[in-house]
C-alpha cells in the first residue's frame, strides 16, 4: 500500500483547498488507516458511514459533519456492506491555515447549533462550487468566509509556534507504515513490538489508544482489504493464492476473516453480484 502521508498541492490554482463530493455503495465504503497535513471537513449528506478520528469511532448520519485536524489518524467504513454513503469533504492547506488563523491552532466542532448549521451550509456549498465549477474568485471568498466561521466558532487549541507532535503519535504512524509495507509477511505483535523496542504489552496497549482497535484486528483488516482489492481486479483470482499472498496463513483463516466482516464467505459475495465468479480452491 502507499505510504499515506500526502503533499501540500492544492488542485485549484491560488486556492488552498481541496473538494470531494462522495457517492459509494457497500464495501467501496472505506478508507484505511491514514493521515496527512490538511485539515479535513466531513460533511455526510446521503445514508452513513463509521469514521475512526484519532482512536474515536463515530457513526455521521445525513447532516452530521466532522473535523480532522493535522496529523491525526483516521479511517472510514461502512456499517453494513448494503450501505449507501453520499458526502463532502473539504481539505484546506495546513499552511494556509497557520497563515490566517494562527500557527498550532487545532479544531473542535462548535459549542453552539447555530453555528454547526452555517458551516453545515458552508460544505454544502463547497460541494456545489465543486459540481459547477464556479471560478477561483468566488471559491477564495467561500474559504475567506468559511475561515471566519472556524476562527470564532471552532478554535479550541493554539499554541505557540508549530505543534510538536506526541512522541506515541509519531510511533503509532511509523508502526502503522511498517504493517501496511509488511502486511503479506508472517507478522505478529511480538515480532513488530521487537522491531520497535517495545514489549507486546505496552504496543498492544498503544495501538487500541491510537488506532481504536487492537493489533490483530487491524493486520488482518488490512491483509483482507488488499484481498478484495485483488478480487475485484481479477475475475479468476484463486481463493488459496490470493490468501497466502497477502498474509493469511491458509485459505480458511482468510474466508473466516471475510465472513465475519462482510457478513458472507466470499462465494456468498459473489452470487450478490459484488464482482464476476472467482475460484474457491
Not at 47 to 61: A, E, F, S, V
Request: glycine share 6%; proline share 3%.
Amino acid at each position: 500500500m502507499a505510504e499515506h502521508y500526502e503533499s501540500e498541492a492544492f488542485i485549484y490554482n491560488q486556492v488552498p483547498v481541496r473538494i470531494f463530493n462522495h457517492s459509494f455503495d457497500g464495501t467501496d465504503i472505506f478508507t484505511s488507516l491514514h493521515w496527512h497535513r490538511n485539515v479535513e471537513f466531513n460533511l455526510t449528506t446521503e445514508g452513513r458511514i463509521k469514521m475512526n478520528i484519532d482512536g474515536k469511532n463515530m457513526q455521521l448520519l445525513p447532516g452530521d459533519w466532522c473535523i480532522v485536524n493535522s496529523g491525526e489518524l483516521h479511517s472510514n467504513h461502512w456499517i453494513e456492506p448494503t450501505d449507501h454513503f453520499g458526502g463532502i469533504c473539504v481539505q484546506i492547506s495546513k499552511s494556509f491555515l497557520d497563515r490566517w488563523i494562527g500557527e498550532g491552532v487545532r479544531f473542535d466542532l462548535p459549542g453552539n447549533q447555530a453555528a454547526s448549521d452555517r458551516i453545515r451550509q458552508t460544505l454544502i456549498k463547497f460541494g456545489e462550487y465543486k459540481k459547477n465549477g464556479v471560478d477561483d474568485l468566488r471559491k477564495m471568498e467561500l474559504v475567506f468566509s468559511f475561515l471566519n466561521l472556524l476562527r470564532d466558532n471552532c478554535v479550541y487549541e493554539t499554541v505557540s509556534g508549530e505543534k510538536t507532535e506526541h512522541e506515541g503519535d509519531a510511533n503509532i504512524k511509523s508502526i502503522i507504515n511498517y504493517i501496511d509495507e509488511h502486511y503479506m509477511d508472517q507478522l505478529d505483535l511480538s515480532s513488530v513490538a521487537a522491531n520497535f523496542n517495545y514489549t507486546p504489552t505496552y504496543l498492544s496497549r498503544m495501538f487500541k489508544e491510537h488506532v481504536g482497535r487492537n493489533f490483530y484486528q487491524y493486520l488482518q483488516n488490512v491483509r483482507l482489504m488488499n484481498c478484495v482489492e485483488e478480487m475485484k481486479e481479477d475475475e479468476n483470482v484463486r481463493l488459496m493464492e490470493c490468501a497466502l499472498n497477502h498474509g493469511f496463513p491458509n485459505v480458511k483463516s482468510f474466508i473466516q476473516t471475510f465472513k465475519k466482516t462482510f457478513g458472507c464467505t466470499p462465494s456468498e459475495w459473489v452470487k450478490q453480484g459484488k464482482k464476476a465468479p472467482i475460484q474457491e480452491i
